[in-house]
């Protein structure tokens, strides 16, 4: 029989446990960060709302990179946004590159649309099948109409392929 003590919040806790370990195998590359929200928070052990999280440090597109040490088989990404201040609509966009980033294949594009009087959080959970993945891109825009916002991203988790 295999036991586990979930804690005080069962649906986030060992949601991640089988996550790649990303500061062994990959480098981080970003565009800026804020600095009390580096990039660091994006991929530490907080999730949920109210987890600690990067912003960049400037308005206007940003990207998050991945850089794997050797290629990976991807089989699922869970990314968490939180947004409590500013109403605003962040388009995000997750695409791979198999050639060192010469080029890249986009997987995932979707908008999450924020409002402090409502929607303030999201959660999403992909599934996929991509082999030899060198790297993993995020690209932000944080407002899709182009007013001076800044990205922000809770937490990002990859995981690989099942042994």
């Known amino acids: 029989m ?22 062994e195998i990959a480098t981080v590359l970003v565009t800026s ?25 400037e308005p206007g597109d940003q ?6 040490d050797a290629p990976q088989d991807l089989r699922r990404i869970v990314l968490e946004i939180e947004e409590r201040e ?7 966009a997750l695409s791979v590159s198999k050639d060192s980033g010469r080029t890249y294949q986009e997987i995932v594009r979707q908008e999450f649309t924020f409002s402090p009087r409502g ?14 993945v060198g ?14 916002s800044r990205a922000t991203l809770t937490s990002l988790r990859v995981h690989g392929r099942a042994i």
């Open 33 to 57: 960060e804020d600095a009390a929200h580096p990039i660091e928070h994006a991929f530490d052990s907080e999730c949920g709302p109210g987890a600690s999280r990067w912003v960049a440090g």
């Open 86 to 92: 500013v109403e605003r609509t962040q388009e995000l």
């Open 135 to 148: 790297r993993l891109r995020v690209w932000i825009r944080p407002e899709k109409s182009g007013g001076p």
């Open 119 to 132: 929607a303030t959080f999201e959660r999403e959970d992909w599934t996929l099948a991509v082999d030899g």
């Open 2 to 23: 295999r036991k586990k003590i979930l804690g005080s919040h069962p649906e986030q806790r060992g949601r991640f446990e089988d996550a790649l370990d990303l500061a």
């Open 63 to 68: 990207w998050v990179v991945l850089e794997f």
